[in-house]
């Protein structure tokens, strides 16, 4: 029996976990704080080809070819929320929304953000396809699309 790995990127499963929130609670969000970010944590392949959120920024956790976690996603998420977070009481970082396909890269990216001193991380639980169900498709039990809320493809 082979060990597991306590370890998803360099995160500890024991690093304290960002707040959990449906996908509607998460758009209702979004619409009463402007300066909300909602980032999509997929692969460029899933955002692109399967569809995203309205107002999502792209940053993803892992992508393709190798699914290589990106060194950079803190970072980059910094950089995004530089000039807002000058605008805040405080300044304080403005809510961070992240999504993924289902809600398990997204919750192990918004352990990274916390771990690396974010504040104010949120989770869309079951993210923009939800899970499978009982005949193994997608977007048919919960999630930002079966919610109906607004999203784009390319």
């Given at each position: 029996m082979g060990k597991s790995n306590p370890q998803v990127c360099g995160v500890s499963r024991l690093t304290a976990e960002p707040i959990s929130i449906g996908a509607r609670q998460a758009w209702s969000l979004m619409q009463a704080e402007t300066s909300a970010k909602?980032?999509?944590t997929r692969s460029t392949v899933e955002y692109v080809m399967i569809g995203h959120p309205q107002g999502a920024v792209h940053i993803p956790w892992q992508d393709d070819p190798d699914w290589a976690c990106n060194p950079r996603f803190t970072e980059d998420i910094k950089t995004l929320i530089a000039d807002d977070e000058d605008k805040t009481d405080g300044g304080h970082s403005p809510p961070i929304l992240l999504i993924c396909?289902?809600?398990e890269r997204s919750l192990e990216a918004g352990?990274?953000?916390m771990?690396?001193?974010l504040e104010n991380v949120y989770n869309v639980?079951?993210?923009f396809e939800g899970p499978l169900d009982d005949k193994r498709q997608r977007s048919s039990v919960s999630g930002w699309r079966f919610d109906g809320l607004p999203w784009q493809q390319f």
């Open positions: 909602l980032i999509d396909r289902c809600g352990k990274r953000l771990a690396d001193g639980e079951f993210g």
